[in-house]
C-alpha cells in the first residue's frame, strides 16, 4: 500500500469513526504524524544515520531559517545537554530542550532561597520515571520517541485541556477528536517515520490525503505555532496593564519563590527588547503573572507553591 492509498484510509477513516455530529477539531494530527518543526529537528539530528554532519548541519539551518517564529518555543535556541536524559534515550528530545531553556529563564527571576532549595532535583529525570521507557520507548526510532514523550505531557496537560476542552466548553462548543481515533492512532504507529516526515515535510501522510482539496500554498506551507499576539507587544493592552501592575504589585510576593529585584528589572528592559527576545519573555512574564493569580484567587497561604514545588 503506498503512502497516497495510506493516507486516504486514515482520513476516511477518522471522519467515519468520528461521525459527524458535533465540531471536528485537529488536535492530534501533529502528535501522530509529527507535524511541529521540533520534530523535524529530531529527524535531522538522529533519524538517518547515513547523513553527514555536513548535510545535517545545512538541514538544521534551513529548518531554523524557515521557522523563525519558533525559535524558542517550539524549537530550542540552540542545543542544551541534559545528561539524564540522554544516558536514559541516548538522546535529548528538541522538545526537553525548549523546556530547559524556559526553565532556565524561570530560574533567573526566582528567589535565591528558592533556587538553593531545589536546586539538586533533576525534573526532567522525574519525568522520564513517570513514562514507560522500557516498553514504549527504549529501541524505537528517535522520531517515534519524541512523540510519544510529546503525546504524554504537551498534549493531555495543555493542548486538549487548556486549548480543546476549555476553550470549546466555554463556548458552549462538544470538540470531537477523529485524529485521536484509536484505529487512526495504531495505524500511525505502525506507520515507516519517512511517510510522517519526507525529506523535511512533515505531517507527509496526512499532505497526500487532502492533497485534492488544498491550495498549492497550503500544501506547501510549514507547520508554524498558533499563538495570541504577546500581550508586551501591545503596550497600550489591558493585558499588558494587567502585567505590568500585578507584577509590580504586592501579589508577586504571595507565592514566596520570586525575586521582586529581578522581576521588576525584566519588566524595565522588555520596552527595549527586539520582538524574538520579547516574544520568549513574553512567554515567562506570562508563566508568572498566571502563578500570582492563582495564588490569589485560590486563597493559597504564603510558601505552599514553593512547599508544592
Not at 72 to 83: D, F, N, T
Not at 88 to 94: A, K, N, Q, T, Y
Not at 152 to 168: A, Q, V
Request: net charge positive; glycine share 6%.
Amino acid at each position: 500500500m503506498n503512502a497516497h492509498s495510506v493516507a486516504k484510509y486514515l482520513l476516511s477513516r477518522a471522519v467515519r469513526d468520528s461521525g459527524i455530529k458535533v465540531v471536528l477539531t485537529g488536535e492530534g494530527s501533529d502528535e501522530i504524524f509529527a507535524g511541529y518543526p521540533h520534530f523535524r529537528r529530531d529527524m535531522v539530528l538522529y533519524g538517518d544515520v547515513g547523513r553527514s554532519p555536513d548535510a545535517r548541519q545545512q538541514l538544521l539551518a534551513q529548518l531554523e531559517a524557515s521557522n523563525r517564529v519558533s525559535i524558542g518555543i517550539l524549537m530550542p535556541q540552540r542545543s542544551v545537554a541534559i545528561e539524564s536524559v540522554r544516558s536514559v534515550l541516548g538522546f535529548v528530545p528538541s522538545t526537553l530542550e525548549v523546556w530547559a531553556e524556559m526553565g532556565k529563564s524561570l530560574l533567573a527571576v526566582v528567589d535565591e532561597s528558592f533556587a538553593k532549595a531545589f536546586k539538586e532535583r533533576d525534573t526532567f529525570r522525574v519525568l522520564l520515571n513517570h513514562l514507560d521507557v522500557e516498553r514504549q520507548l527504549a529501541g524505537r526510532d528517535p522520531l517515534n520517541q519524541s512523540l510519544y514523550v510529546w503525546s504524554k505531557t504537551f498534549l493531555p496537560n495543555y493542548i486538549l485541556s487548556n486549548l480543546g476542552d476549555r476553550m470549546e466548553m466555554a463556548h458552549s462548543v462538544e470538540g470531537r477528536l477523529p485524529f485521536l481515533d484509536h484505529h487512526v492512532a495504531a495505524e500511525a504507529a505502525r506507520m515507516p517515520v519517512s511517510m510522517k516526515i519526507k525529506g523535511m515535510t512533515e505531517k507527509y501522510v496526512l499532505r497526500e490525503a487532502a492533497k485534492p482539496v488544498l491550495t498549492e500554498a497550503v500544501y506547501r506551507r510549514q507547520k508554524h505555532p498558533f499563538m495570541s499576539p504577546p500581550a508586551t507587544m501591545q503596550r497600550d493592552g489591558r493585558l499588558y496593564a494587567l502585567l505590568q501592575d500585578t507584577l509590580r504589585g504586592r501579589l508577586l510576593d504571595g507565592p514566596a519563590i520570586y525575586d521582586r529585584r529581578k522581576v521588576v528589572a525584566l519588566l524595565d528592559s522588555v520596552p527595549s527588547m527586539d520582538t524574538a527576545t520579547r516574544t520568549r519573555a513574553d512567554t515567562m512574564l506570562m508563566w508568572v503573572l498566571s502563578i500570582c493569580l492563582l495564588h490569589d484567587r485560590l486563597g493559597m497561604s504564603s510558601g505552599v507553591v514553593a512547599q508544592a514545588a
